[in-house]
């Protein structure tokens, strides 16, 4: 009886998902749904990605936490467009939330939405957004032992940030154990390493970012103006 | 029609825990379930506890993870009773889980039996395990905005135990900020800073287990060991 209802939570958001994902094609918008830990690092580093491409790409953020406004403060004072989204104890989005959220943008005058998720490595993955690609942070304090304990949102993100690398020098963190592993689970997975914190290799970042946006307007028609 | 199912499984997990706590009661062994995110460091600070105390206590520990059964073998190298519960990607451990796992333990040879949750600072708060207290481990590297963005937890948890406090040096932490926001949750709390790895202030923690081990002696009618 629990699992049919499970069933049916997922079926339900899966045919929302699939209804945001057709409305949000060929408009040209690269959509991204982040997930990982709470206290990887996501919101500090949709701050450093709002800093260094306002000027350049039109940019929105979603913001889902279980309560409270300070994360999509934290990135309204960057001087980007964030909605917040309280879930009121929910441990993950869904494509309802992000539906109703999408009502208070206008997407016709987007380039990149990253829609940053609940701060937990279970639960998110199993819910589309209606997003174009996942991705997946980790932070170097967390341990070499994440891929192979929380498999799924590695296996289907289709990048992996490693954050927080300025503290390499005093963790026992093998990145070659965890590059390994994480491509044991999933061999497309792009692996970019940064501190979002110090800016150390926030370029890789941002350019899989512009390149995800180029691709967007490519399948809308639109010209490249990258 | 999901808040009605959502009633259900919660109503039947509180009435599996009130008869785990109930079969537990009079045995005087003090039962605790640790939370916290992934990557807190639970485990080491598990592997540290066995390490101190497996000669003074009877000591057993109960593992949930979504799989593999690495955190018990890790339990079990430092010579402790360790049982692993795989939950195949249910996101937090139930009081049924648990009393499955109790099945495979002598608990009249037990003095402390330490519950690891699975890796998650939202769903296990909502789930009694039938323990005597719950423990929530924050670690300096999560950032000092987790008790106001995951109140329940600390709402909820009798000892928070501030983790990775020999990263300090690196990291933007205000441990004055920490302690007036849980404080404020839940002014009962009894904080306890350390770090596993290093062993610093590991002592504040045994000391806070021999004083709960006391406890559940005491109303089992046994006599003080300490």
Same mark, same amino acid.
């Given at each position: 009886?629990?699992?049919?209802?499970?069933?049916?939570?997922?079926?339900?958001?899966?045919?929302? !998902?699939?209804?945001?994902?057709?409305?949000?094609?060929?408009?040209?918008?690269?959509?991204?749904?982040?997930?990982?830990?709470?206290?990887?690092?996501?919101?500090?580093? /949709?701050?450093?990605?709002?800093?260094?491409?306002?000027?350049?790409?039109?940019?929105?953020?979603?913001?889902?936490?279980?309560?409270?406004?300070?994360? !999509?403060?934290?990135?309204?004072?960057?001087?980007?467009?964030?909605?917040?989204?309280?879930?009121?104890?929910?441990?993950?989005?869904? !494509?309802?939330?992000?539906?109703?959220?999408?009502?208070?943008?206008?997407?016709?005058?987007?380039?990149?939405?990253?829609?940053?998720?609940?701060?937990?490595?279970?639960?998110?993955?199993?819910?589309?957004?209606?997003?174009?690609?996942?991705?997946?942070?980790?932070?170097?304090?967390?341990?070499?032992?994440?891929?192979?304990?929380?498999?799924?949102?590695?296996?289907?993100?289709?990048?992996?940030?490693?954050?927080?690398?300025?503290?390499?020098?005093?963790?026992?963190?093998?990145?070659?154990?965890?590059?390994?592993?994480?491509?044991?689970?999933?061999?497309?997975?792009?692996?970019?390493?940064?501190?979002?914190?110090?800016?150390?290799? /926030?370029?890789?970042?941002?350019?899989?970012?512009?390149?995800?946006?180029?691709?967007?307007?490519?399948? !809308?028609?639109?010209?490249?103006?990258?």
């Amino acid at each position: 009886m629990d699992i049919q209802v499970e069933r049916n939570v997922m079926a339900a958001n899966n045919r929302a !998902a699939e209804k945001l994902q057709k409305s949000l094609a060929g408009r040209g918008v690269f959509v991204i749904n982040i997930m990982s830990s709470p206290g990887a690092g996501k919101t500090t580093l /949709l701050e450093a990605t709002a800093r260094a491409l306002k000027d350049e790409l039109r940019l929105a953020v979603i913001e889902g936490d279980i309560q409270t406004s300070q994360d !999509a403060d934290r990135i309204a004072a960057q001087g980007v467009q964030a909605v917040q989204i309280n879930t009121q104890g929910g441990c993950h989005l869904d !494509a309802a939330m992000v539906g109703q959220a999408l009502d208070l943008l206008d997407l016709d005058d987007l380039d990149l939405l990253i829609i940053e998720n609940v701060g937990n490595l279970v639960c998110p993955a199993e819910f589309d957004l209606g997003e174009e690609a996942k991705v997946v942070l980790l932070s170097t304090p967390e341990g070499e032992d994440k891929p192979s304990k929380y498999p799924l949102m590695f296996r289907l993100s289709k990048a992996l940030v490693i954050n927080k690398v300025d503290l390499l020098p005093y963790l026992p963190f093998s990145m070659e154990r965890v590059r390994k592993d994480v491509l044991d689970i999933q061999p497309e997975l792009e692996i970019i390493e940064l501190s979002a914190m110090t800016g150390q290799g /926030l370029d890789g970042w941002l350019n899989w970012l512009r390149q995800g946006v180029a691709r967007a307007r490519k399948a !809308a028609g639109e010209p490249d103006q990258g």
